[in-house]
């Protein structure tokens, strides 16, 4: 009898150790308002305009101002070199882009000691990364989503931005975490 009572006893608090963890999870509506306050607390030390210029003619530099780039706040870029304004891309054109990246809940969360920079823009022995430019129906180019993209929109191959991407305009695989990230890329051609 005093087996089954420690059989019953233990599996209770396991039991009640679940439902309370399950608990601590948060919401997705939860989720987003974490990552909408991890991205106002970047910018608010940052410069932000709300429009890309009209004349389409970006201040660039270290402090360049982050420009919204997308009607919902999901895109920021500060163009740190505007590249070749004679050499757009167009659609499916293979682009090959070298990154480093900054988990933006983490800074906001556990301060700068805390997080790092990582990416492939360090290892140029690493495999390549690429995509098609606005060619989504390809795995290859959907998987990086589409806010890597977006700067080609504006800017010449061989550009270089620093971009806020919420989760959903991030990687593809990583859409369920609601991370937004600070990119750092710059974008080339094949070389032929």
Request: glycine letters at 6%; proline letters at 4%.
């Amino acid at each position: 009898m005093k087996i089954l009572k420690t059989i019953i006893l233990s599996l209770t608090v396991i039991t009640c150790s679940v439902f309370v963890s399950c608990n601590d999870s948060k919401s997705y509506a939860e989720l987003l308002t974490d990552e909408n306050h991890a991205c106002n607390a970047f910018l608010a030390d940052q410069r932000v305009e709300n429009e890309i210029p009209a004349d389409s003619v970006f201040e660039i530099g270290e402090d360049a101002p982050y420009y919204r780039i997308d009607e919902e706040g999901n895109l920021y870029m500060q163009v740190l070199d505007a590249g070749d304004p004679n050499d757009k891309a167009e659609y499916d054109d293979l682009i090959y882009f070298r990154f480093m990246r900054l988990n933006l809940s983490d800074l906001y969360f556990y301060g700068e000691d805390a997080v790092s920079w990582n990416g492939n823009a360090d290892n140029m022995a690493s495999s390549p990364t690429s995509f098609r430019f606005q060619n989504y129906t390809l795995s290859s180019s959907s998987q990086y989503g589409v806010g890597i993209q977006a700067p080609l929109n504006f800017l010449g191959i061989g550009c270089r931005v620093n971009i806020v991407i919420k989760s959903q305009y991030g990687m593809t695989e990583e859409l369920a975490y609601v991370i937004p990230f600070l990119y750092n890329i710059r974008y080339f051609r094949p070389q032929t």
